[in-house]
């Protein structure tokens, strides 16, 4: 059993068939297509050299919370007039904790990423400890027309260490770019500098929205592995939010699935 695409729970009968071949029905893979990436064949820093980027950020109010759950939702409930966007959600986030969000459309996804992002919530019901980098359509849509250079961008004007930026910039193939105006990138780079942007505040917690929409296959399997590789060498936790279960970086611990604005599996 598992659920769909729509958060709908489907049932088939095995009839013979491997937990694997089961599990790309479910997934809707064709047959012989596979599921994981080839993540030796990719080209990323070393452990070490990002350590060395991780340590260098400054000690902060927020990174003096690190004993803290990085996220703790209580009977989390958000309500716009009559219509319940998120119902009675309880949900810990630990540090190096990575989770995967899945669900279908409108079961609450997108509401739970703007809120760990930007929590305008009672803080009895949801805490957030430690500074998020936050990458979404949204936040993607509210920047399209920017006319900002990339450079700004990816040191939040000057609030983000310039050594950061360059360092994530180099990472992400995006070296070329630092003196362009935002609007003038192809969407697919400006996905790229927005996740750049994120991780260049080198955050407590990383919340990636469906961060690999408008990236071609290359520049998806670059991201997903610089991410896997930020993940193995520092202690970020990660919220990935996705409809693809191909994009599963082996460092996700943790899963959560939401249906009808609930949660229904952790």
């Known amino acids: 059993s598992w659920f769909d695409q729509d958060g709908n729970l489907v049932t088939e009968e095995r009839r013979g ?66 219509t319940t966007l998120l119902h009675d959600l309880n949900w ?50 509210e920047m399209a027309k920017s006319v900002e250079k990339v450079q700004d961008v990816l040191t939040n004007h000057g609030k983000w260490p310039t050594e950061s930026a360059r360092a994530v910039a180099t990472w992400l193939g995006l070296t070329h770019v630092m003196d362009r105006q935002f609007c003038h990138l192809s969407q697919g780079q400006q996905k790229l500098v927005l996740v750049g942007a994120a991780l260049a505040s080198r955050p407590r917690l990383l919340v990636l929205d469906e961060p690999c929409q408008g990236l071609d296959g290359i520049h998806r399997q670059e991201l997903l592995a610089l991410v896997e590789r930020i993940c193995q060498a520092t202690d970020m936790s990660l919220v990935y939010i996705t409809h693809h279960l191909e994009e599963l970086l082996p460092s996700v611990s943790h899963a959560l699935h939401l249906k009808d604005r609930r949660d229904v599996y952790q």
């Open 92 to 141: 810990t986030i630990e540090s190096r904790q990575r989770w995967i969000v899945g669900g279908g459309n409108g079961a609450g996804k997108s509401t739970l990423s703007r809120l760990l992002a930007r929590p305008d919530v009672d803080p009895h019901q949801l805490q957030i400890n430690g500074l998020v980098g936050w990458v979404s359509t949204e936040r993607h849509i």
């Open 17 to 82: 068939r491997s937990g694997m071949e089961l599990f790309q029905v479910a997934m809707h893979l064709k047959e012989g297509k596979s599921l994981a990436l080839d993540w030796e064949d990719i080209t990323v820093p070393s452990r070490e050299e990002v350590s060395t980027w991780w340590s260098q950020r400054k000690i902060s109010e927020d990174s003096m919370k690190g004993g803290l759950p990085v996220v703790q939702a209580r009977k989390l409930t958000i309500q716009r007039g009559e």
